[in-house]
C-alpha cells in the first residue's frame, strides 16, 4: 500500500519505520503492564529489551552463519547493510533463550512475567501485520466482498487489517481479565488462546501463506497446536484452583 | 469463566473438532498455481512482472518475456547512487556463479548510454546493462528508491522487492531459494 515514506530529500521504508516505532511502543506497553500488575517494571522492561536486542543480534549471526561462505571473503559485510539479511527463526530462539537466562539470574516470576510481556508481544505482531499491509509482501485472497482492497484490477481480502483485529481482541481479553485474574500466568494463556484461535481462522484468507505438504497452511497448524496447548493448560490450571 | 472440568473438555473437543474442519476446509487445491491467471501484471509481490524490452549498451534487445523459465533479479540502479556502486560487484558475481540458471538484469534509470557503458566497462559487468533513458519502465515498476532490486521466480511472478542496497549472502539467499524452488538447484 505505502511501501516507501518520502520525507523531503530522503526515502525510507515504511516496514522499517512501523517496526522500529512499534518496538519502543511495545516496550513502553510491557512496562505499563508491569506496573498494573505489580511487578517490578523495569526488571520486567530490561528483561524485554533484552530479549529484543538478543533477537535482533541472533537473527543477524544465525543469517551469516547459513551464508558463511558469502561474508568470509567480507566481514565487513556482517555489520552493513544492517537492512536486510535475517533469520526470523535463529532471531526467535536466541531472543527466548536471552530473556528466560535474563529472568532467571533476576529471579523473576516466571509465570506473572509472562503475564505481563503479553501486551507487548500482541502488540508486537500487530506490528508486523501493519508492517505487512503498508510495506511488505503478504497479500489476501480474491474475494467479492464489499470491504475488500482493489489493488491492480483484482479485489483482495485485507488480511492484515484482520490480523489487526484480531490482536485488538486479544488485548482486550487481556484487558478485561487483569483484575479477575485467578492464577499466574492465566492471562498469558488466555491471550495465546485468543490469538490462535483468531489466526487460525484468518490464515485461510491470506493468498501467500506457508504451505506445506497436501496444501496445509504451515501457520494454521502452528496456531492449532498453540490453541489446544494453552487450553489443555488452562483447565489443568483451572483443575488446580 | 468456566467452572467445572466437564465444561473444559466440551471447549477442548469443540475447539478441535472446529479446529480441525477449518484447517481441512482451507486446504490449498492441487490446482492452486492456475489462480495466477486471473492476476494482471503488476509490480508488487504475487503479481506476474511486468513485461518490457529495453535496449542494452551493446545494442542488444532484452525482453522479460524472453527469460521465462528461470529466475531473473531485476536491478534499477544509476551511476550517481552510491549504494548501487556498492552492491554492484556482487551482482556481477552472481550473474558469474549463475550463469546460465538465473539473470542478473542491471536497468539504468534515466542516463546517457555513453555513461552506463564506460561506467559497466570500469566495473568490469558482464551481465546486461538496459538502458531506461525515459524511464518508462522505472515508472511502470514503481521505483520510488534506488536502488530497488525484484526477485521474479521461473514462472515469472515476482516474489521480493528489495529497495535499498543488499549484501552478497541475500543475494546468494534468495537466488537459491528461487533456484531450489524452480527444481534447478
Known amino acids: 500500500m505505502l511501501p516507501t515514506l518520502p520525507l523531503g530529500p530522503f526515502i525510507f521504508p515504511t516496514a522499517g519505520l512501523v517496526i522500529i516505532f512499534g518496538a519502543w511502543f511495545c516496550l513502553w506497553v510491557i512496562e505499563k503492564a508491569a506496573l498494573r500488575l505489580q511487578l517490578d517494571a523495569q526488571a520486567t522492561y530490561t528483561l524485554a529489551v533484552v530479549g529484543l536486542f538478543a533477537g535482533f543480534l541472533g537473527a543477524r549471526l544465525a543469517f551469516v552463519a547459513l551464508h558463511w561462505p558469502a561474508y568470509q571473503q567480507n566481514l565487513i559485510g556482517i555489520l552493513w547493510p544492517l537492512t536486510s539479511g535475517y533469520a526470523p527463526l535463529g532471531g526467535l530462539a536466541t531472543g527466548i533463550v536471552a530473556a528466560f537466562f535474563y529472568g532467571r539470574a533476576r529471579q523473576l516470576p516466571f509465570a506473572a512475567t509472562l503475564d505481563a510481556l503479553t501486551p507487548g508481544l500482541i502488540l508486537g505482531l500487530m506490528v508486523i501485520s501493519l508492517a505487512d499491509f503498508l510495506g511488505g509482501p503478504g497479500y489476501g485472497t480474491l474475494t467479492a466482498v464489499p470491504w475488500g482492497l482493489s489493488q491492480y484490477g483484482v479485489r483482495r481480502h485485507p488480511v492484515q487489517l484482520y490480523e489487526l483485529l484480531a490482536g485488538a481482541l486479544t488485548l482486550l481479553v487481556w484487558w478485561r481479565l487483569v483484575r479477575g485474574r485467578r492464577y499466574d500466568g492465566q492471562l498469558f494463556l488466555t491471550a495465546v488462546a485468543v490469538y490462535s484461535a483468531t489466526r487460525l481462522f484468518l490464515d485461510a484468507f491470506r493468498d501467500n501463506t506457508w504451505i506445506i505438504t497436501n496444501g496445509y497452511h504451515g501457520w494454521q497448524l502452528v496456531a492449532f497446536a498453540a490453541l489446544l496447548l494453552s487450553l489443555l493448560l488452562l483447565a489443568r490450571h483451572d483443575g488446580n484452583q | ?185
Open chain 2, 1 to 185: 469463566m468456566l467452572r467445572t472440568r466437564f465444561e473444559w473438555v466440551i471447549l477442548i473437543i469443540v475447539a478441535t473438532l472446529l479446529g480441525s474442519a477449518w484447517i481441512m476446509m482451507s486446504q490449498e487445491p492441487a490446482t492452486a498455481g492456475s489462480s495466477l491467471l486471473t492476476l494482471a501484471e503488476a509490480p508488487i509481490v504475487g503479481h506476474p512482472a511486468p513485461n518490457f524490452t529495453l535496449p542494452g549498451t551493446v545494442g542488444q534487445e532484452v525482453s522479460l518475456h524472453d527469460l521465462a523459465g528461470q529466475p531473473v533479479v531485476l536491478n534499477f540502479w544509476a551511476t550517481w547512487c552510491a549504494p548501487c556502486r556498492v552492491e554492484m560487484p556482487a551482482f556481477q558475481q552472481a550473474s558469474v556463479q549463475y550463469n546460465g540458471r538465473a539473470a542478473i538484469i542491471g536497468i539504468n534509470q534515466g542516463e546517457a548510454a555513453k555513461n552506463v557503458t564506460d561506467f559497466g566497462a570500469e566495473y568490469r559487468i558482464t551481465y546486461p546493462l538496459l538502458l531506461d533513458t525515459d524511464q518508462q519502465i522505472s515508472r511502470l515498476y514503481e521505483v520510488r528508491g534506488l536502488p530497488t532490486t525484484l526477485f521474479i521466480d521461473a514462472d515469472g511472478v515476482v516474489r521480493e522487492v528489495v529497495i535499498g542496497a543488499i549484501t552478497p549472502a541475500v543475494l546468494q539467499d534468495r537466488i537459491e531459494r528461487l533456484l531450489a524452488e524452480a527444481g534447478n538447484p
